[in-house]
């Protein structure tokens, strides 16, 4: 029993930490983006006028054609200064892309390989020793592991129902940051709308990766099932 719960905590602290990688990668990727791009959203107009500025307009690129900069931009004193903006939606799709392939990565890397062993050493105890083992725990370490997330998908429908669905969502996504990329596909404008649950229940695939990366690992494990190897010795064969 005290290996099924240390597994389970393992499990938790394993989504813990997987959030936070992606956290730190997107961060970075972003910083990054904006650093090299310099995205402006418009730009402000200054007179400097005996050492004192004044502001003249703001011009933002969304209301098209700035009909006034002609007379300003020549003038003695006038000056621009771009504002800061968000990045275009290709680099922010990239940024998505390239932040769930390393998502999906580090959920095999953390996920796969301790469960696959699990598998193996239950089945070579089964077959060695006739030692007795639960084939569903996986199912149990998986499921309670990941429970504080599912409680958390859970409280978003309940705050859904009651209207405040929107409110909470900030809370679930930060929560819920290791599928960053894929809450960001299903809810493109980070808000949940006014009149459907549908996006609700379509954020309950948040729930299925890392159970199914468990699960699919024991029971390869327990038939010995090594993808790795019989990758390399596909290659070698092909050589």
């Known amino acids: 029993m005290s290996k099924i719960i240390k597994a389970i905590f393992t499990v938790f602290i394993k989504s813990v930490v997987l959030s936070v990688m992606v956290f730190i990668i997107n961060f970075s990727l972003i910083t990054i983006l904006v650093s090299v791009t310099k995205p402006s959203d418009g730009y402000t107009v200054y007179k400097n ?51 769930g392939a390393a998502a ?21 105890k089964y077959e060695l020793n006739h030692t007795p ?24 429908a309940v705050c859904k129902i009651a209207n405040s669905g929107n409110s909470y969502f900030k809370f679930y996504r930060i929560f819920n940051y290791h599928y960053y990329y894929l809450i960001d596909w299903l809810l493109p404008e980070n808000r949940l709308t006014d009149n459907s649950l549908l996006e609700v229940l379509a954020l309950c695939i948040t729930l299925v990766p890392v159970v199914a990366t468990s699960v699919i690992a024991y029971r390869l494990g327990e038939k010995h099932v090594d993808i790795k190897k019989r990758i390399v010795y596909k290659k070698e064969e092909d050589k």
């Open 104 to 124: 999906v990565c580090l959920i095999i890397a953390g996920f796969y390989t301790p469960f696959w062993k699990m598998g193996d050493s239950d089945a070579t």
């Open 49 to 99: 006028e005996n050492g004192k500025q004044t502001e003249i307009y703001t011009h933002y690129y969304k209301d098209g054609e700035d009909t006034n900069l002609e007379k300003y931009k020549d003038a003695d004193g006038y000056y621009k200064k771009a504002l800061s903006g968000t990045l275009s939606q290709n680099y922010k799709n990239a940024i998505n892309l390239f932040t």
């Open 133 to 156: 083992y639960n084939k569903n725990r996986v199912w149990y370490i998986a499921v309670i592991g990941t429970s504080p997330y599912i409680l958390s998908w859970v409280a978003l």
